[in-house]
């Protein structure tokens, strides 16, 4: 055995950092002006590229994957290296994978306030963007993969499963949930469709917060948190438990995002089961990662990478119990689409995500610049302030969302809705909502300052960009067995073997939960009355995905005769069958509207999407002007039509042709209905067309309620 030197690769752990420090404050900015929207829509400044439909998924996409994207793989590089005891298997790759990261990053900004979505929730960049993912991701692999493979350690460290699982995951949820068609260069449809589709995302979406948000972070933590402690993990046994346990399990828990919907029943228990189970591994983590701290405790009050990481732990294993008791059906039928949700979801992205990354960063920069932090003062004011930010967010939110929930259910002693206009529930909570904004607002002043006192901490010393290091030279016999070593022990070793059974443990749930669904018609009964929308249905379907209203409305009636009596008949898997893609939403700001359609007159939609408060004074809903004033493109109708009929959609063989006809005598019949009403407007408006869309939600099953199947 002989000492090899070689050297570690700073400058992509330094541009990581710097790009999650830029992005963190982009992304938290938009958050703030979206909070602060849903008390004072005028923020949206009159124009239609602000609003809080368009921002909103600006905010999620620029959080998750260019604040936390960034800072995974900063964590990532950085560990990496120095477990494998090798430099990154291609310096090139790297440079590839930040530029391309950002570029994709880059991409999001510009097309989701111009409208270019997708509308899936954390998946709303459209199919050109998808195959960058998909690109960058691989680049990723190959580097990681690479550099496990010419590494001088023998053993892979807990961290390094958490990063292989992280990879193999992501890039199976990512290619499962892009299957579109493509219409044009920035619009697509999604292959599947209404419940399945509705199905494929929250699978999808919920095991991008697993491992997308989730276990990087874990494997972060297995690296770093010891290392500011100066103590090794608690428990190796506990470690393996807590790692298959996760992966398996996590990937089941999709479905309880849609209790209570038209999802197959069976599919809607397995994700109860499942996220109960969730909570034993999830406070596995966070109980190897606190008693990783014994005999250490008198470090935290001193050192403030340490606070950050006790109370991102804490804020993990806070959000861990709440979401297996949020998917309790009892519970969940009160907290869904409600602001109790955004408080669950925040807990765990301020807390866990932020800190954590926050931890780090403090720990991380002056190391590779080889200096100490600029000022404690600051880092110790960034942790109060961000903590005060947490609070004064979630507790508000938390309020709002009880309230809500309570508020949409309750009855009066005669038997009637106490509170039959939806608006009274919005006005209600907008104190709440101010307070809301308030904590945000501390949360990124907290940002601001961790930024200067980092970019003082560079000027003051020196990146070492190539850290020299030296490690023993250990030859490939490393792979076989040794006498008495635990099956896990010898696995460690074969990092292709572990990659396959960490493939073959999250595989197992999305086949057994997806495949039925897909191949059992049983499940997705159709209806006869259910017809394919008309061209210009379509084109109004596709601009209310463009303005991101499902950001702020549901199109799902759940069997609750609160639901039912507010706004009509529970609604049924057959009904969404056309439904390229399904937009049931995930949180109600404003009404479900998926039995809108007949209940107002024409004149009202366009007087509401024209100034929402002069038909619901009060409304926070932001003035639609230039729907009334933008030319609908026609130019698309035929491709839609064709892309349509490619994904199954029954429309007549020749009607992508008389497709634009047939938009302009429906369109027409608006426009006359609309000046008779004293309302004058160009039947080629986009206007017109999103009010044919909303006035035919919900309106098949109404007129023929006997073609509904008795198990429907």
């Known amino acids: ?254 479905p309880h995002h849609l209790l209570y919907t038209s999802l197959p029943g069976w599919a809607q228990s397995l994700g109860v089961v499942f996220s109960i189970m969730l909570i034993a591994p999830s406070w596995g983590g966070m109980i190897n990662g606190l008693l990783t701290l014994r005999g250490a405790w008198d470090k935290v009050r001193d050192d403030v990478t340490l606070k950050f990481m006790v109370v991102a732990l804490t804020s993990y294993g806070m959000a861990t119990f709440e979401g297996p008791m949020l998917s309790i059906k009892q519970i969940n039928g009160i907290a869904h689409f409600t602001d109790w949700i955004v408080a669950h979801v925040h807990v765990g992205a301020l807390g866990w995500n932020g800190f954590l990354t926050f931890g780090v960063l403090y720990w991380l920069i002056p190391r590779i610049y080889k200096t100490k932090l600029y000022s404690s003062r600051m880092a110790s004011f960034h942790f109060w302030i961000g903590t005060a930010g947490i609070l004064l967010y979630a507790i508000p939110m938390y309020w709002a969302g009880f309230t809500q929930g309570l508020m949409w259910k309750e009855f009066t002693a005669e038997g009637l809705l106490k509170y039959p206009n939806f608006l009274a529930t919005t006005l209600q909570i907008i104190p709440m909502h101010i307070f809301r904004a308030v904590g945000g607002a501390c949360y990124l002043a907290g940002v601001i300052v961790m930024t200067y006192n980092l970019a003082k901490t560079m000027r003051q010393g020196k990146l070492v960009a190539n850290e020299e290091a030296e490690a023993i030279s250990i030859d490939k016999s490393f792979a076989t067995s040794r006498a008495g070593e635990s099956w896990h022990r010898i696995l460690e070793r074969k990092p292709m073997k572990f990659m396959v059974l960490a493939l073959i443990a999250i595989l197992i749930g999305g086949m057994v939960e997806m495949m039925p669904t897909f191949t059992i018609q049983a499940n997705v009964p159709t209806i006869s009355a259910v017809k394919p929308y008309s061209a210009l249905e379509l084109q109004g379907r596709d601009i209310y995905i463009r303005e991101g209203c499902v950001n702020c409305h549901t199109q799902t009636v759940r069997p609750f005769r609160s639901e039912t009596e507010r706004y009509g008949e529970y609604s049924k898997a057959g009904e969404y069958v056309y439904d390229h893609p399904f937009l049931w939403g995930s949180k109600r700001t404003g009404p479900d509207l998926h039995r809108v359609g007949g209940k107002y007159s024409n004149a009202w939609h366009y007087n509401h999407m024209f100034d929402p408060a002069s038909m619901s004074p009060g409304s926070i809903m932001p003035p639609y002007s230039w729907l009334i004033t933008q030319k609908l493109d026609t130019t698309t109708t035929a491709a839609k039509i064709k892309a349509m009929r490619s994904l199954g959609v029954p429309y007549p063989a020749d009607f992508p042709g008389a497709a634009n006809h047939d938009l302009a005598k429906q369109a027409a019949g608006i426009a006359a209905d609309l000046k008779q009403n004293n309302i004058k407007v160009a039947p080629d408006r986009e206007i017109i067309a999103i009010i044919a869309y909303l006035q035919r939600l919900g309106t098949d099953i109404k007129l023929n309620q006997d073609s509904i199947p008795s198990n429907q």
Do not use: C
């Open 1 to 254: 055995m002989q000492l090899e030197k070689f050297k570690y690769d700073n400058r992509i752990v330094r541009n990581f950092g710097i790009a999650t420090l830029v992005w963190g404050i982009i992304g938290m900015t938009v958050g703030l002006l979206a909070a602060m929207q849903l008390f004072k829509p005028a923020l949206n400044m009159g124009s239609q590229y602000t609003t809080f439909g368009r921002i909103r998924p600006l905010h999620t996409n620029a959080v998750i994957f260019a604040f936390v994207g960034n800072a995974i793989f900063m964590g990532v590089y950085y560990s990496l290296q120095r477990l494998l005891k090798a430099r990154m298997f291609s310096d090139v790759l790297s440079k590839i994978h930040f530029w391309g990261w950002q570029l994709i990053i880059l991409s999001a900004v510009a097309t989701l306030p111009l409208g270019f979505t997708t509308s899936h929730e954390y998946a709303e960049l459209e199919w050109p963007i998808d195959i960058a993912i998909t690109v960058i991701w691989v680049v990723f692999g190959i580097n990681m993969f690479g550099t496990i493979i010419k590494r001088r350690e023998t053993h892979l460290y807990v961290a390094i499963w958490f990063y292989i699982a992280t990879f193999v995951t992501i890039a199976v949820l990512h290619i499962v949930n892009s299957f579109e068609l493509p219409v044009s260069f920035l619009k697509s449809y999604y292959a599947y469709a209404g419940v399945q589709d509705a199905l494929v995302q929250w699978w999808y979406g919920h095991n991008a917060v697993a491992f997308f948000l989730t276990t990087p972070y874990l494997g972060m933590m297995y690296y770093f948190l010891p290392k500011m402690a100066n103590r090794p993990v608690y428990s190796y046994k506990l470690s393996i438990l807590h790692f298959w346990s996760l992966i398996f399990i996590y990937i089941w828990a999709g």
